[in-house]
């Protein structure tokens, strides 16, 4: 799994950097947040903008209203029991 991402089943809520087992890049571990709409939002702006050397390649949605949908879909999907 290490080559795709993290489970972001429960993301909302979760330390930044603290699924269990997933090798984080050190800048994603040294974020200090917890995931919550506002942060959520704003990384997937632009992860690197956050986090300079995230191994996340996906570069983000330039559309507010794309961002609020999918943030709206992970709420949503990742407050159901954990796989
Ligand atoms: C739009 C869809 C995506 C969302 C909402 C998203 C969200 C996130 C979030 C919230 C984290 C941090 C998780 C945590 O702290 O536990 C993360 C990390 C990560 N994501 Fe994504 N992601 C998306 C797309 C992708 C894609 C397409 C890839 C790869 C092809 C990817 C690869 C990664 C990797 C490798 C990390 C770990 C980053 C690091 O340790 O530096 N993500 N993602």
Redesign the pocket.
């Known amino acids: 799994m290490?080559?795709?991402?993290?489970?972001?089943c429960g993301?909302f809520g979760?330390?930044?950097?603290?699924?269990p087992g997933?090798?984080?890049?050190?800048?994603?571990?040294a974020?200090g947040i917890t995931?919550d709409a506002e942060?959520?939002n704003r990384?997937?702006a632009g992860?690197r903008a956050m986090?300079p050397?995230?191994?996340?390649?996906?570069i983000?949605?330039e559309n507010p209203k794309d961002r609020t949908d999918?943030?709206a879909y992970?709420k949503v999907t990742s407050t159901a029991v954990p796989n």
């Open positions: 290490a080559t795709v991402g993290p489970n972001l993301v979760r330390r930044a950097g603290s699924a997933y090798p984080y890049s050190a800048d994603v571990r974020l995931w942060t959520l990384w997937i992860p986090a050397g995230t191994h996340m390649t996906f983000g949605l999918l943030v992970l």
